[in-house]
C-alpha cells in the first residue's frame, strides 16, 4: 500500500540486520549498487525517497536514492539486479527500464516513537517479481528475484541527529550539569544558568547506527547511565560515572524523540528515552531532597522531558 509508505525512509530485511545502503563502487559491469550492508541508519546512503506514480496507479511508486538522486531500476535487461541508476522515471510496465514498485503492507506498526512504520514487501512491476538479497554471485545484493522478502520500514523524518558536541537546557532556563554528590555517583542537574560554555554542561554524542546514542559528559569523561538502585531516592537518576568501553547495559542506551525542530532561539528541543527501562527522562524534584535531577522513570513527554539542544563547536578544533 503506497499511502502507508513513508515520504522518506529506510530499508531492513527482517533477516537480516543490516540496512539496504548505496554502495559507491562497481561490481563488474555493475555500478550504482545497493547492498544489504548498511551500520547506520543515519546514513544518507540508506536513505531512499517515495515518488508516487501516475494518478490511476496509486498502488505504485517510483524509489528514489538520496545520495544519487537516482531512480531503483533494473541493472540491465538480462538479469534481475536492481540499482540506483536511472536518472529518470520510467512509468512504462512493459519496458525493463521501467521504475514502478509495488509496496505491500504485511503489518503496520502502531504509532512509536522509534518511526518504525511497519513490515512490507515490495514487487518490481515489470518483473512482477519481490525485491530482496540475491542469493546469486553478488550476495547481499539488491535483486528481483521472485523472493519472499519483509523489510522493516522506517521513517527517516522521524529520526533524530544530534550534534556530537552540545548541552542541554531544561525546561526551567538551566542547563543541564554533571554534579558530584557522593564519592561514588556523579549526578546530572539542571542548575547553571546563561552559560553553555561551563565545562560541566559540554557532553559528547556517540551514535550506535540504530538511531540510539550513549552520551559522554566532557568533565567527567564517562557515559550517562540510568541508577538502578531499588529503594533509594537516586533510583532511576541519570549519572555520568560508566567507562567508556562499557556498553554492556541499555541503561547507557538513549533514543532522541523529535519534540521541535526549532524553537524561538533557533535550536532543536527533543526527549530522551533511557532504553534500560524504557522510560523518559525528565527534570525530577522530590520531597527528599533531589532537585532538579534527570531521572528516567516518565512514561510519558512532559514539559519537564524538553530538553533544548545548543550546539557546541568541537573542543579539538576551538
Known amino acids: 500500500m503506497a499511502s502507508s509508505l513513508p515520504q522518506i525512509f529506510v530499508l531492513k530485511p527482517i533477516t537480516n540486520n543490516k540496512y539496504l545502503r548505496y554502495i559507491n563502487q562497481s561490481m563488474g559491469e555493475v555500478k550504482d549498487i545497493l547492498q544489504f550492508c548498511g551500520n547506520d ?37 538480462e538479469d534481475s539486479l536492481i540499482v540506483a541508476g536511472a536518472s529518470q522515471k520510467q512509468q512504462q ?9 509495488k509496496p505491500e503492507l504485511v503489518h503496520q506498526e502502531p504509532e512509536n516513537y522509534k518511526g518504525i512504520v511497519g513490515q512490507f514487501r515490495f514487487s518490481h512491476v515489470q518483473l512482477e517479481k519481490n525485491i530482496g538479497p540475491s542469493a546469486g554471485v553478488f550476495r547481499e545484493v539488491l535483486s528481483a528475484d521472485d523472493q519472499n522478502t519483509v523489510f522493516t520500514v522506517i521513517n527517516w523524518e522521524k529520526l533524530v541527529t544530534l550534534p556530537r558536541h552540545l548541552a542541554f537546557k531544561g525546561n526551567n ?39 540510539s546514542v550513549r552520551i559522554k ?28 568501553d562499557d556498553n554492556t547495559t541499555d541503561d547507557t542506551l538513549f533514543w532522541p524523540v523529535l519534540i521541535e525542530k526549532t524553537n524561538i532561539h533557533g535550536n532543536l528541543v527533543v526527549a530522551l528515552l533511557n532504553l534500560g527501562e524504557n522510560k523518559f527522562c525528565r527534570r525530577l524534584t522530590t520531597d527528599n ?24 563547536p568541537d573542543p579539538l578544533q576551538t
Open 41 to 77: 541508519i543515519m546514513s544518507i546512503y540508506s536513505r531512499f525517497e517515495k515518488e508516487t506514480a501516475a494518478p490511476d496507479n496509486p498502488d505504485l511508486v517510483h524509489i528514489k536514492c538520496s545520495y544519487n538522486n537516482n531512480y531503483l531500476s533494473r541493472a540491465k535487461q
Open 217 to 244: 559528559s566532557t568533565s567527567t569523561g564517562n557515559l550517562w547511565r540510568r541508577n538502578s538502585s531499588p529503594n533509594n531516592d537516586t533510583d532511576n537518576c541519570i549519572c555520568a560515572d560508566t567507562l567508556t
Open 289 to 312: 531532597g533531589v532537585k532538579d535531577y534527570l531521572n528516567a522513570a516518565s512514561e510519558r513527554v512532559t514539559p519537564e522531558a524538553h530538553l533544548e539542544v545548543i550546539k557546541k
Open 173 to 211: 532556563g538551566k542547563f543541564l550539569s554533571a554534579q558530584t554528590m557522593d564519592p561514588e555517583h556523579t549526578y546530572l542537574e539542571f542548575s547553571i544558568s546563561n552559560n553553555s560554555n561551563y565545562p560541566t554542561v559540554q557532553n559528547e554524542i556517540f551514535n550506535i547506527g540504530d538511531g
Open 93 to 101: 510496465p512493459n519496458l525493463w527500464t521501467c521504475t514502478l514498485f
